[in-house]
């Protein structure tokens, strides 16, 4: 039997709802510094920012959290700065950044700005977060002036910790069937977010990768309850890596753990 549409809706809403509470009581618990401090997340952030120095104008962040890239960006001075996400608290934190903000839920509004709006957009771990990145992409190329740009990070399925979860029947990093558990809901390759910007009117001026990183792989001993006493699996393993090389992505960049992207809206 067919579930009926209002009833879905209804799911994917509450879905929603308990997943930006959960992020709420994330924030709120969480020192996001730490965050930042991480290896792979300094080195996106360092290579964001190399990028943005030289734009000027009109800025805007997706999905700009508690403001901590938005801030550095500020800082770099000759941009006028504002900042969209879904959770309150974290705007909050970025308008004592100093940072103009929007609260927009992607998923279920438009950006309510005027065409050609903006000098460079920055959408940074957000497209894998959406239902569907096409809708946004397009947005973006509207709101995007003639030869301004487009920066995107996401996280790339055919690196080489991915390549070797999946070839011990681990799922890939952070990848949740389950829309309820969180997770990215979009995974991209090299391949697949060059065709979405281009599909959409983007030139890809420059495409790369943070870093190689290598995961601890654990492996759960089915039937054998023995073996699982011995080596039970822990949580943490999940998350945690055992090497990162910035030069093992520039030799190797589709191995790499998160895509980099700078394209320019065509005219």
Same mark, same amino acid.
């Given at each position: 039997m067919?579930?009926?549409?209002?009833?879905?809706?209804?799911?994917?809403?509450?879905?929603?709802?308990?997943?930006?509470?959960?992020?709420?009581?994330?924030?709120?618990?969480?020192?996001?510094?730490?965050?930042?401090?991480?290896?792979?997340?300094?080195? +996106?952030? &360092?290579?964001?920012?190399?990028? !943005? $120095?030289?734009?000027?104008?009109?800025?805007?962040? =997706?999905?700009?959290? /508690?403001g901590f890239i938005a801030e550095k960006v500020l800082q770099q001075g000759?941009?006028?700065?504002?900042?969209?996400?879904?959770?309150?608290?974290?705007?909050? +934190?970025? &308008?004592?950044?100093?940072?103009? !903000? $929007?609260?927009?839920?992607?998923?279920?509004?438009? =950006?309510?700005?005027? /065409?050609?709006?903006?000098?460079?957009?920055?959408?940074?771990?957000?497209?894998?977060?959406?239902?569907?990145?096409?809708?946004?992409?397009?947005?973006?190329? +509207?709101?995007?002036?003639?030869?301004?740009?487009?920066?995107?990070?996401?996280?790339?399925?055919?690196? =080489?910790?991915?390549?070797?979860?999946?070839?011990?029947?681990?799922p890939p990093y952070s990848l949740e069937v389950r829309p309820s558990q969180g997770g990215y809901w979009r995974y991209f390759t090299f391949d697949t977010i060059y065709e979405l910007l281009r599909d959409h009117g983007f030139r890809i001026e420059r495409i790369e990768s943070t870093c190689v990183a290598s995961p601890l792989i654990y492996m759960q001993f089915l039937g054998l309850p023995l073996l699982n006493k011995l080596f039970p699996p822990k949580p943490f393993w999940k998350r945690h890596r055992l090497f990162f090389s910035r030069s093992l992505a520039r030799i190797f960049p589709r191995l790499g753990d998160h895509i980099i992207v700078l394209a320019e809206r065509a005219a």
């Open positions: 067919e579930i009926p549409i209002d009833q879905l809706a209804i799911r994917i809403a509450r879905i929603k709802a308990e997943l930006i509470s959960r992020h709420t009581q994330w924030l709120a618990e969480t020192d996001t510094a730490q965050l930042y401090q991480h290896v792979t997340q300094a080195w +996106r952030i &360092a290579r964001i920012l190399d990028i !943005t $120095r030289e734009i000027r104008g009109r800025f805007l962040e =997706l999905g700009c959290f /508690d000759g941009k006028e700065v504002i900042g969209v996400d879904r959770l309150e608290k974290a705007l909050e +934190r970025a &308008a004592a950044r100093g940072i103009k !903000t $929007r609260l927009v839920d992607l998923d279920d509004a438009a =950006l309510n700005f005027p /065409d050609g709006h903006f000098d460079c957009v920055l959408a940074g771990e957000v497209l894998d977060y959406l239902f569907d990145p096409d809708a946004m992409v397009e947005d973006l190329r +509207r709101l995007i002036k003639p030869g301004g740009k487009l920066i995107v990070t996401v996280p790339n399925l055919a690196g =080489l910790g991915n390549r070797m979860l999946l070839l011990f029947g681990c």
